[in-house]
């Protein structure tokens, strides 16, 4: 995948954790993720796109009620099927980061996620 397929495969996943309908979320988590792709964190896995639905939704909910978005930091890199890029999560207001992180994909043949490690964290108190 060349620098600009991955920033817009990144972009497509970032978009899903940040839309607010629920159908469209869906659609977009079929055509990213593959049907048996796995969801991991440090709290739970998620096996499949139901569960993995289940998860962005939840965060959606909780992450935009407080009004907090989801960014990419640009900076997607990848070879030999595997994708690692970083995100934050900020306030919409503001843009105060609340939580950034790593995540590291594997795809499939066809571009499909089969499993996403998600390493997020707090930035240090000052």
């Not at 048996?36 to 739970?44: I, K, M, P």
């Not at 950034?100 to 043949?109: C, P, Q």
């Given at each position: 995948?060349?620098?600009?397929?991955?920033?817009?495969?990144?972009?497509?996943?970032?978009?899903?954790?940040?839309?607010?309908?629920?159908?469209?979320?869906?659609?977009?988590?079929d055509e990213l993720w593959a049907e048996?792709?796995?969801?991991?964190?440090?709290?739970?896995v998620c096996q499949g796109r139901d569960m993995v639905e289940a998860a962005v939704s939840t965060a959606y909910r909780e992450y935009s009620a407080k009004g907090f978005a989801f960014k990419s930091r640009n900076d997607a890199y990848g070879h030999h099927g595997g994708v690692k890029f970083g995100w934050v999560l900020a306030a919409r207001s503001t843009g105060e980061v609340?939580?950034?992180?790593?995540?590291?994909?594997?795809?499939?043949?066809?571009?499909q996620i089969v499993a996403d490690y998600q390493f997020g964290l707090r930035p240090p108190a000052i």
């Open positions: 995948m060349s620098q600009r397929s991955l920033n817009a495969l990144v972009d497509r996943y970032i978009a899903t954790w940040n839309e607010p309908e629920p159908d469209v979320r869906r659609k977009m988590i048996d792709g796995t969801y991991y964190n440090r709290l739970f609340d939580t950034f992180g790593e995540e590291f994909l594997i795809l499939d043949g066809s571009g």
